[in-house]
DNA sequence: CTGATAACTGAAAATGAATATCAAAAGCAT
DNA sequence: ATGCTTTTGATATTCATTTTCAGTTATCAG
């Protein structure tokens, strides 16, 4: 799993040229060791916690080009920090988000993905992406 | 149809008790005059343009009191700025955001609505908004 | 291995949207 | 009109992200 991720970055870079480099291992290391939805402020400071020295505008630079290589997704959340997810080939999710803790909870459905297909055809519109969230109450935080 | 969004905001500014002041109403006035989507800075130029003077900070404000009044909607796409549209009682719409041109489709779709409440009620969350956003290019820019 | 070349890095400065500050202006009740 | 409270807006501030650019490093031809 983390293998292939580093070869499906080490594949893109070859394409485009890119060379290798100590921080984009670094930075791909620790981006493959966390969970969900980190924003770069949480990435650059789980970095310099190692004692590895990296600068925020590389870490900035770094997640885009993994977006770019199909292995992470931005997310823009209603937070004004940007975060990045892993991508799993095939999978395509959506979220649920808490506004009172935060938290998010995944989801997929089908059928939604299906009409959004169809709506797309009846105007003649090619999709590249989309992004569908619903915010409200988490169990918890209802009551 | 106006005259309803401005007995609207009334009743809204009563209700908070707030005052009623003439930048409220030229940014209302301007506000109904635009169609979908404007940028806090196009309304603000616009406004600057009829050569009436008014502040940056009182467009930020104002229009956060016409999302609260509820005759106004935030939406954030992916371009770093905030954009109002109007809300129409009993509406509710998604968006086609074409990449190419910047041009915006809209859609409503009873089936997805119904999805998300599925979704929502199976995960014991309550909705309080959503947003379903679909990027990709318009009929015009795939040719 | 060596040197040339182009890519990469990161500290620091710049940007840009949005918010906060606060003194002056304006609305409203009496 | 008076007094109190809200509102305004020029300006400063914040904060995420981007740009700059000089020094560093990877890569590759010789
Ligand atoms: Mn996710
Ligand atoms: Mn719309
Ligand atoms: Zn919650
Ligand atoms: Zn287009």
Chains 1, 2 share one sequence.
Do not use: P, W
């Amino acid at each position: 799993m983390i293998l292939e991720k580093k070869k499906m970055f080490n594949d893109f870079a070859t394409s485009k040229g890119l060379r290798s480099t100590r921080q984009r291992d670094i930075i791909l290391d620790i981006f493959l060791s966390t969970h969900q939805h980190v924003s770069v402020e949480e990435l650059y400071l789980k970095i310099k916690s190692s004692n590895l020295g990296i600068g925020h505008a590389t870490v900035y630079r770094t997640l885009k080009l993994f977006t770019e290589a199909g292995l992470a997704r931005e997310i823009l959340l209603h937070d004004g920090q940007t975060r990045y997810e892993h991508v799993v080939k095939g999978e395509h999710h959506d979220h649920l988000v808490c506004t009172g803790c935060n938290s998010i909870i995944e989801f997929e459905d089908a059928t939604i993905e299906k009409l959004q297909d169809e709506i797309a055809a009846r105007h003649g519109f090619l999709i590249k992406s989309h992004k569908m969230e619903i915010y409200g109450l988490c169990a918890n935080c209802r009551s």
